[in-house]
């Protein structure tokens, strides 16, 4: 029952992100973001808050009797006072001693997730209110397999694009653009802290886990009590966290994950300067376009009919003379 109502949760919370829609007002990569990474951060935040709520986030062992097992247990995750010892020398040891670390993230993890769905979206609001329903008006009609009266709905799209697009649409690629930018300043700044270049690397090259210290399995907590005199007594705790052993599996994909997504963005950035240079080699009409309306004809070419945008084009290239850059 609880697993159907996660996986339930999970489903409607990827539909929300991930829906397909007729029109494109944008490209691929810009779709990794607002799409498949804000469905991946909601589904993680999901499963850690399910976990957190229907599993056992920690487990501490005490020796000595006197101490509810379960008031210790949530004294120890509310508190978020888990330090690695230094001396342990069980899986996970520390290998050279330093000073207690103290972990204090252990229940804002699916909430952090959360937050940071809502800020790799943002682009995707900014362009949506900057980018006015351009494809959808030039779009109306002629996206279908069968387009009735062609050649006066290419005529009438020509000029509109003669008339109200064409030389006046610089701005609207340039903030295309400026959302791509935000993407990628989105991307670097919300790698993850818990994660780091350096510890990647020495895990990468299997010289210790620093997983184990990021997001340890095993730490231990002080629980304070008074006794029958009056007197304060500390007890300290081995505490096994089972569910770090979720949410580093996540970090490290998620950490992958954006990875590859600025590897992406840095082949496409190349790829549209280098094809940049080569306009001028394609046709006549795109090298004389600004590169406002060489965009607007980009997005264009993904919505419309192949075979009414191909007419367009060849009506529009023979359509007078095109102001120079």
């Keep these: 029952m609880v697993t159907t109502v996660i996986l339930e949760g999970i489903q409607n919370s990827a539909n929300l992100v991930i829906n397909k829609q007729r029109l494109s007002i944008d490209n691929l990569t810009f779709k990794l973001f607002y ?23 920690i487990v501490c062992d005490l020796p000595r009797k006197g101490v509810n097992q379960n008031v210790l ?46 800020i790799f979206y943002i682009p995707r609001i900014i362009w949506l209110m900057l980018e006015g329903g351009l494809m959808s008006y030039l779009g109306k009609g002629t996206t279908g397999k069968l387009i009735e009266d062609m050649d006066q709905k290419t005529d009438a799209l020509l000029s509109v694009f003669k008339d109200q697009l064409e030389n006046k649409y610089n701005r609207y690629t340039f903030l295309f653009f400026f959302c791509e930018i935000l993407n990628i300043i989105i991307l670097i700044s919300q790698c993850s802290a818990f994660i780091r270049k350096p510890k990647m690397k020495v895990m990468l090259n299997n010289e210790i886990n620093p997983m184990c210290e990021v997001f340890p399995r095993i730490a231990s907590c002080n629980y304070w009590k008074y006794g029958g005199a009056g007197a304060q007594m500390r007890y300290t705790a081995l505490c096994i966290l089972s569910l770090n052993i979720i949410i580093d599996k996540i970090y490290v994909w998620l950490w992958f994950c954006r990875r590859i997504r600025f590897w992406m963005m840095q082949m496409k950035m190349h790829r549209f300067f280098k094809e940049g240079e080569d306009l001028r ?34 009506k529009l290239s023979k359509e007078g003379k095109v102001h120079s850059l």
Aim: proline content about 3%; glycine content about 2%.
């Design 35 to 57: 799409q498949w990474t804000v469905a991946q951060l909601i589904c993680f935040s999901i499963l850690i808050s399910c976990n957190q709520v229907f599993g056992e986030s």
């Design 73 to 118: 247990q949530s004294y120890c995750l509310m508190y978020s006072t888990f330090n690695i010892p230094s001396s342990f020398t069980g899986p996970c040891a520390r290998t050279q001693p330093r000073e207690s670390v103290y972990n204090t993230y252990y229940q804002w993890v699916a909430i952090f997730l959360m937050i940071q769905s809502i």
């Design 281 to 314: 080699h394609i046709r006549s009409y795109l090298d004389s376009c600004k590169v406002g309306d060489w965009f607007v004809l980009y997005q264009m070419s993904k919505n419309l009919n192949k075979r009414f945008f191909y007419d367009f084009l060849v």
